[in-house]
């Protein structure tokens, strides 16, 4: 089943001799419960498109569709309510607020949207992602791999429609960067997390279920592997 639709894409920044077209009429759907490797060079529009995908960056033409209704059709209200409860976001550089630990950063997309903790869900979370016992560590006290782990675990508490990563193993070592890949690889497997993961690791991309390869803001190749 389908659930996210891209209809003729286009992000356009500057004008005339400046203009760059960061996405150039890209077009395709992914389906629920899928996991999407997007490969790229530096600069091909990848982390663009990505940004587009997750209410963050508004495209300049064309539409985006989750769960069949259009991302971009509301206010910037709706957008942001769009993006903390339908959107999990991870970055390279995790992104975690200093000054609040493990727990807390975990359930703030929760509690900006004014909800109640899910707190099995968290509970589960914190398990499955080995934070036993760091609940309440800083950020500054734990390391690129656990952080990173408080980063996946924040971008689920919602229980998203889809997951976006933006080159989420870009800042670990190769052994934190296979486990990182595991993990998201079980949240796909058992959760049934739609995933879609930006990397410019191939190794990592021949993980996932399928590999749409983006040069010069279009799509060059799109190619399902398993």
Known sequence: MEILRVEDLCKVYGKGENEV???????FSIDKGDFVAIIG???????????????????????????????YAGSD????????????????????????NVRENM???????????NEERLEELI????????????????????????SIGRALMNSPSIVLADEPTGNLDSKNSQEIVELLKRFNREYGQTLVVITHDESIALQAKRIIAIEDGRITRDERIK
């Open 77 to 100: 209200t709706s957008l942001a309510i769009f993006r903390r409860r339908e959107v999990g976001l991870i970055y390279q550089f995790y992104n975690l607020i200093p000054v609040l």
């Open 21 to 27: 077209r960061a996405i150039d009429n890209v077009s």
């Open 127 to 150: 398990s499955v992602l080995d934070l036993k016992g760091r609940e309440k560590h800083l950020p500054n006290q734990l390391s690129g791999g656990q952080q990173q782990r408080v």
């Open 41 to 71: 060079p530096s600069g091909s529009g990848k982390s663009t498109l990505l940004h587009v995908l997750g209410g963050v960056d508004r495209p300049t033409s064309g539409r985006v569709l989750l769960n069949g209704q259009d991302v």
């Open 107 to 117: 359930t703030l997309p929760v509690l900006l949207d004014g909800r109640k903790v």
